[in-house]
């Protein structure tokens, strides 16, 4: 027969008795330690106090008594703690930690977890959520003042605020835990960079590195684009030049020349001799223009075809894109010297058969900026014209970059 699931939380339980079969004591509760990955929230083992010193035993090896101890099954093993396993112990790394709501999409403290347990043994115990409201917090401050049922008649009064623990992202800053806690983080990943950015925000220097070495490349750099520039230059002189690289590699190269332009030559230097040889050279072409300048608010990464090409060319020129295709509006034409021809919008692309030829489809005027320009005389431009992107050109003409139009608003909120 199936008993009924009990629920407890954490700080109830913490310090309960534990008895033998037979009756005799045997220790203490201690803490609790958590499963990570394909085990995730659920309770690998119960870590004891006992005369030996800190012993476990697993979970399904110990039953509720109905005085409310915790009593070891007649098969039940104790072995030394050593703390080396694959598991979060709740007491000593989640009470009074910072956590990320991956559901909220916030930084918030817990005060408390909540666990389920199938009295009969049959079920797994499970962590089913985090407490990190007023609750879970009177319950720590008044716990072992209150006997515990008046202390639980006291805190039920008290409205709930609680993280399921699936929604759950641990902040784990120790090297020698960090990798088992990287597929937790595989969350954190789906958030939009612009939220995560949010969160990094939110923590201390120590976490922040932490969060962002467990996200891949492409996910780091769209972070840290994110950010404010004087985080972000923290974030990048925490990190080895190797890492740095890979993540600089990723970003919008006119992102990666004003972020390298904020370190010291030495830190720039390092960590644009770790990068591959084709997006270094990019980098460095960036950061001999002027931070203030057309150039030095544009990018590179941007789809240009012959003035001969046909709209069919200029799909295929599309599909290779190798940069964020969301920021392509329109392609460029240029003749055999790269000299800016023409603009034709994406829609129009779209809309043409194949076979048509592009120098047939540009906008009738197109506007260009010359690379020297003020970034403020580029941000009139682009609210006169009502413009998506502007071609940068040099002095023959020639293409160079383009600015978009997420470049001048954040050059307006720095502005601001």
């Not at 930084?107 to 959520?129: F, I, K, P």
């Not at 939220?195 to 969060?211: C, F, G, N, S």
Request: charge should be negative; proline fraction near 5%; include cysteine.
């Amino acid at each position: 027969m199936t008993e009924e699931l009990v629920l407890r939380s954490l700080t109830a339980i913490l310090g309960t008795p534990i008895t033998s079969a037979r009756g005799r004591m045997r220790g203490r509760l201690k803490d609790v330690a958590v499963g990570t990955g394909a085990d995730a929230g659920r309770v690998a083992g119960l870590v004891l106090k006992t005369r030996k010193g800190l012993e476990i035993v697993a979970s399904k090896d110990v039953r509720w008594t109905p005085s409310g101890a915790l009593e070891l099954r007649p098969e039940a093993t104790l072995s030394p703690f050593e703390g080396d396993g694959n598991f979060i112990l709740l007491r000593q790394d989640l009470l009074d930690r910072q956590i990320i709501d991956v559901h909220g999409r916030k930084v918030v403290r817990v005060n408390d977890v909540n666990l389920r347990w199938q009295s009969n043994g049959n079920e797994q115990l499970c962590v089913t959520e985090v407490e990190v409201g007023l609750r879970g917090a009177v319950r720590r401050l008044l716990s072992g003042t209150l006997p515990k049922r008046t202390l639980e008649h006291l805190v039920s009064k008290l409205p709930a605020r609680v993280i399921p623990w699936n929604f759950v992202d641990m902040i784990e800053v120790d090297p020698a835990r960090r990798v088992k806690l990287n597929i937790e983080h595989e969350r954190l990943a789906q958030l939009h960079p612009s939220d995560i950015a949010d969160i990094l925000e939110d923590l201390a220097p120590a976490e922040r590195e932490a969060v962002l070495r467990t996200l891949d490349e492409e996910v780091a750099a769209e972070t840290l684009e994110e950010v404010e520039p004087k985080l972000q230059k923290s974030l990048v002189q925490a990190l080895d030049s190797e890492t740095a690289a890979g993540i600089v590699e990723e970003m919008d190269p006119s992102a990666a020349a004003d972020l390298l332009a904020e370190l010291s030559d030495e830190r720039s230097e390092a960590i644009l001799e770790e990068m591959d040889p084709e997006e270094r050279e990019e980098v460095k072409e960036l950061l001999e223009f002027r931070e203030d300048s057309a150039a030095g608010r544009m990018t590179t990464e941007y789809v240009a075809v012959p003035l001969t090409a046909t709209v069919a060319d200029g799909i295929r020129a599309l599909r290779g894109f190798e940069g964020d295709p969301e920021t392509i509006t329109e392609i460029y034409l240029i003749d055999s010297s790269e000299v800016l021809k023409g603009v034709v919008p994406l829609a129009r692309l779209v809309l043409a058969r194949p076979e048509t030829r592009l120098e047939v489809l540009p906008e009738p005027r197109f506007i260009s900026v010359r690379a020297d320009q003020h970034e403020n005389q580029v941000a009139e431009l682009f609210d006169k014209y009502n413009l998506r992107a502007l071609p940068v050109v040099d002095k023959t003409g020639k293409l160079v970059g383009v600015v978009e139009a997420d470049h001048v608003i954040a050059f307006l909120r720095s502005r601001g």
